[in-house]
C-alpha cells in the first residue's frame, strides 16, 4: 500500500492499490453515509420523498399499463377461445387481406375481382357450408348492441349471442358461465359483471330493445339465467367486455364463424378463404406472423416495446425535475456537514474523499428511496389492476404482469437523479476555506463572472433552439426541441448565482427582514441556489403548459362554430322503436316551457324522384341542378379551397347541400311557437307560402364560400338569394331517375313550376330554425304543403327552445328525461364554445403549484434548521418572535419569488414553441403557420407562481413558534 506521503506528492502508483485505495475510500464513504441517514432521519424522509414519489408513480403506471396492455398471446384465448381461429364474410368480392380478417386491399391498377361462391352457402345452411369449406365445426358468435329500459332508465348495452350449451367450453374464455345456467332461447340472458356495474340485475326480467344492424329492431322482455363473462371482438386487436350474453342473433350484421378442428389455419389456407371473400384470423397465424405475405401498411401486431419506450421518455423527462427538485435538501446536507469536513480536510483528507461523502449519501438515500418507491408502486399498481377491475369491469385487464425491464429503468433513474443532485454540492466542497468554518464563517466562494456568461448563452442557443424547432415540420426536430429546453435550463442554473447576487446588493430598499433574506441569500449562494433552481422548475413547467393550452383553446374556440342559435339544444335522435314525438312529449312533461321544432328532409314520395329548385336568373335548370344536386355529380360541390365563393347558380333546393341552400319542413304549429310568428306570417304559411329571410338582413351577412361541408356560425349564415316577383318565389320541379349502376342520377326535362308565395322573416326569427351542419336552411315551408307537392318529409334535425336560454338545471332535466326513454339520444344546450378536459387541465396545473409549493417548503425548512444558530443569536440579542418569524417568512418568499420569477422566464420560450406547433396547420405540402395562435395568459401564470411563494412565506412566517435554545456560538 501507498504511504500517504505518496499519496499527497502525487507519484505514480500502481494500478491495484489506485484501485484498492478508491473502493476504500467509497466503502469509507457509504458507511458514513449510512450513519448519517439514520443519525437524520427527518431530512432523510424529506430527500426520500423528493425522490421516490416519481418513482412510486411512474412505477405503478407502468405496472397498470402493462397490465391492461395485452399482448398476442394474452389476447387470442379472449377472441377466439379454444378454437383455431374465426371466419366473417363471406363478401361479394375477393379478398386480400392481412393479419385483421376486416382488412383488405387491391393492387394498383387492378380491378377487386368477385368472389367464388361458397358451395351450398345460403339462409339456414350456413354453418354447414363453411364447415365443409375449412373441415370443422363451426360455432357461431354474433354481436349487436341493444338498449335495457329498467326502472325509469335507459342502458346502452353490448349484446353477445353464442351457443353456450354446445360450445361453451369450447369457447372459454371469450365466454365463461360463472352462475345458473346458459339461454337457450331468445328472451333468456346471462349478465356479466359490467352488466352488473351499469345497473342490470342478476335475477328476474328487464326490457331489451336489440339492434341487429341494418334496421333490424326487435324488443322484449328477457329473463336473466345466470351470470358469467363475455367479450367482443373485431379484428386482430380490439376486445371488449359486453354487457349481455344470449343466443345467436340470426339478423345480426356482425357474425364471426369460430373454427373448431385439431390442425391449425395457415396463411396458404387464409389466401384460398379469400377468394370466397371470407375473411380468417388464425391463432397459428398471430402466433408465427412470419409466416404471412403482409402487405404494405399492414404493420402486424403493435410493437410490444411501445410502453417501454414511454416509460423511457417519461423517465428521462422526470429525471432532470426530480434532481432540481431534491438538490436543495443535498445542498443544505453539504452544509450541515461542513465542519466535520472541514475537520476531515484539515487532518489531510483529499477532495476526492470529501466529495464521495456527499455522493455517498446521494447514493445511499436514492438506492434506498428508488427501491421503496418501486416497491410501493407495484404493490400499488397491482391492487389498483385488481380494485378497477372489481369496482370497474368494463376498464378490464388481462393477466397481472409486472413488467421488469420498465421499472429497472425507472429505478435508475430514481438512483441517477439523486447522485445528480448532490452533484452540484459535492463539487462545491473542493473549493472549502477551513480556517473560515472551523471559526464558524459560512460564505459562498466569490462569484466567478465567466460563469453567467456562459449561462445566458446556453441560455439564448436554447431559446433560439426551440423557436427554430418549431418553425420545422419533421418530427424528427422534436429532439432538437427537447435539446433547446434543456439548454435553457443549464443557461438558467448557471445564472442564479449571479441573481442572487444582484438581488443582495439591490436589497437595501427593502424593509428589514427583506433585506437580511435578500442579504443572507446573497451571502450563502450555495444553499440558496438548488432551492431557487427546485421552484424555477416548477414554475417553468407550470409556464410552458399554461402558455401552450391557451394556445391550444384560442385556436378551438376559433374554430368552433355554433350549429345552433345560443341558448338552445339540439335532439338528437339516432331513430328505433322511439320516436321524436315520444322525447318532446316527454320533455314538455318535465319542462312546458320547451318547444320543439322538428326539421324535416324533403324528397319525392313513392319513389318518384320529384326535387325542388329556384332557379336564378341567367342560369338554366341543368346548370342549376349541376351545382346543387350533389347525387347527379357528386364532384359539383366539392370545393378547391374553404374560402372559393359559391357558384354563380347556387339556389334553394330540396337537395341543396351548400350553405343556405336547403329547403326544409316543419309543422306550422312548431314553426309558430318557436319563430314566434305573426298571426299575418302563420295565416301566409298555412295558405302553403315559402318563408325565407328578409333579403334587407340577408344583404348584411358576409357571403357564402362554396365549402359545402363545412359549418358556417348559425349568426352569420346567409341563405342563397331567392328572386322573388311580385311577393311570390317560381320553383322548377324536375324529376330525377336513378342510372342502372346506382352511381348517380340523370335530370329528366323539367316538368311544370310551382309558384309559392313567400313570407319574410327577421333575422331573430331566422337563427332560430337553423341548424348549421350538412348546408344548413335556405328556406321553409310547411310540412302540409310538402303533401301537396307530392313531397315526402324525413326527419333532419330537431331543435329545442325555452322561454329563455335553456339553464345547465333545465338541460339535465332534460337529459335525465330522455335518457329514461332512449339511450342513444342525447341533448346538447349550445352554449358557446366550452373546453371539455377543463377538470383535467384544473388537475395538471394544481398538482404543478403542489409541486412548487412542496419544493419550497421542503427547502424552507432544511434552510430554518441550517439557520437555527442564527435564529439563537437574534433572541440572545432581544430578537422577539414577530421579528424572527418575519425573517423566517421573507427568506421563503425572498426565495420563492426568485425560483418562480425565473421559472417563468424560462418557459416562456418553451411555452411558444409548443403553441406554434400545436396551432399550425400540417399538409403534405408543409406546415401553414397563417392559423398559429400565441397568447401569453399572464393571469394563469402569475397567479400561482407567485401565489405559492406568498403561501410558503405565510406557513415559514407560522412555524416559528417559541424562542430557541441560545448555545455559545464560535463566533
Known sequence: MPTRDQADSGRPEQGAGRLEQWRAGWRVALRMARRDVRRHRGRS???????GLPVLLLVAGSTLWYSNDLDVAERLPLQVGQTQGFLVGPRSEALRQGLDPNTSYTPEGLEPRPAEPVPGYGPGHEAAALGSLVGGRMDPVTATTGTVRLDGRAIQVSVLGVDGEVAGAVLAPRVTLETGRWPTRTDEVVVTPVGVATGLPTSGTFELIDDSGAGNVTQRTVTVVGTGQGFQTWGSTQVEPVEVITTPSVTAASVQWLVERSSPITWPEIEQLNRHGIGAYSRYVALHPQTAALFEGDGGPPDSNSALYAVGAATLGLLLLTSLLAGPAFAVSAARQRRTLALAASNGAARAQLRRSVLAQALVLGVLSSLLGAAVGITGGLLAAVVVGRFAPRYFFGPLEVPWAAIAVVVVAGVVSSVVAALVPSRGLGSLDIVSILRGQSVSAPLRRRVPVVGAMLAGIGVATVLFASFQYDTAYFFVFLGGVLLIVIG?????????????????RLPLAGRMAAREAGRLRGRATPTVAAIMAGAAVLTTACIALQADTLRQAANYRPTVATGQALLNTPGGPVTTAELTAAIRRVEPSIQALDLQSLSGDDESGIALTAVPAGCTLAETIRVNDATVDSTSNIAVSADEPAPRCAALSTSGSLPGSALKAADLDQLTSVLTLTPRQRSAMADGALAMLDPDATRGLPRQTRWNTGVVDVDRLRPVDIQTTDGTVMLSRYRVTPTPNGAATVAQQEQDAVRLPVVRLEHDQWVRALVTWSGGVGGLITTRTAKDLHLTASPYATILRGDGPITVEQEQRIADVVAGISADATVQVERGFQRDDGLVI?????????VILVATLIATALGQAEAAPLLGTMAAVGATRGTRRALAGAQATYLGILGAVLGVLVGIAPGIAISRILTADYSGAGMDLST???????????????????????LAWVSIRRAPTVTKRAT
Open 45 to 51: 424522509v424529506l430527500i426520500a420523498v423528493m425522490v
Open 492 to 508: 438558467a442554473l448557471l445564472m442564479v448565482p449571479l441573481v442572487l447576487a444582484l438581488g443582495a446588493r439591490l436589497a437595501h
Open 842 to 850: 384544473a388537475l395538471a396545473i394544481g398538482t404543478i403549484a403542489l
Open 932 to 954: 398559429v395562435v400565441i397568447d401569453i395568459p399572464w393571469l394563469q401564470i402569475l397567479l400561482p407562481v407567485l401565489l405559492v411563494p406568498l403561501v410558503a412565506g405565510g
